[in-house]
């Protein structure tokens, strides 16, 4: 029924029975986003993470390719790989979303980084997400945030910029971090 509705949609827009602002908001429908959520961290944290249920309702797939929040100077998407005997939290370009289907975005997986926190988010408060899809655009979600712990993650690998009395520096040698906002080490 879904692929029918977008076929004549489809059809109605080609023909400009349908105005570019209706069609656009049943793009950005095509997406679905579930689950958000932010994770708390203590005061002196520099780094958290939001995680989420992205479901794409579409007949094509999706990518999510950025994410931007009023509460962080730095929003990257992460995954969680093997290196070795230890696991690292790297920077990927996209994370894809199936046509019909969903991706999970959880701690030990894929995961938007909240950097350099302009403020620590605190449980029981709302963060503001801004997605951005290839396909879909542009969607703003609110996150409330959660205390949540994880463990396994002691000798996760992971390097951020970090401030030394003054702008973030960058390290040219990779992501490598001993410890990270992100993750409560147990």
């Avoid at 969903?102 to 350099?116: A, Q, V, W, Y």
């Avoid at 040698?173 to 993750?183: A, E, N, W």
């Amino acid at each position: 029924m879904l692929k029918w509705t977008y076929r004549c949609l489809s059809v109605l827009a080609l023909v400009g029975f349908l105005p570019m602002s209706l069609w656009a908001h049943l793009a950005h429908e095509s997406i679905k986003v579930k689950d958000a959520w932010v994770r708390a961290v203590p005061p002196n944290s520099s780094n958290s993470a939001a995680y989420l249920v992205l479901e794409n309702h579409a007949m094509k797939a999706d990518r999510l390719i950025s994410v931007k929040s009023p509460i962080a100077n730095v929003v990257e998407l992460h995954n969680v790989v093997k290196k070795g005997e230890a696991m690292a939290m790297e920077p990927v370009a996209h994370i894809e979303v199936d046509a019909h289907g969903s991706t999970t975005l959880k701690p030990g997986g894929f995961h938007i980084m909240l950097i350099d926190l302009k403020r620590v988010p605190k449980a029981g408060e709302e963060v503001e997400l801004m997605l951005t899809f290839q396909n879909a655009g542009e969607q703003k979600i609110m996150a409330p945030v959660k205390k949540g712990g994880m463990s396994g993650h002691k000798h996760m690998a992971h390097d951020h910029p970090k401030k030394e009395n003054g702008p973030m520096q960058m390290k040219k040698d990779g992501h490598k971090m001993k410890d990270h906002g992100d993750h409560q080490m147990n």
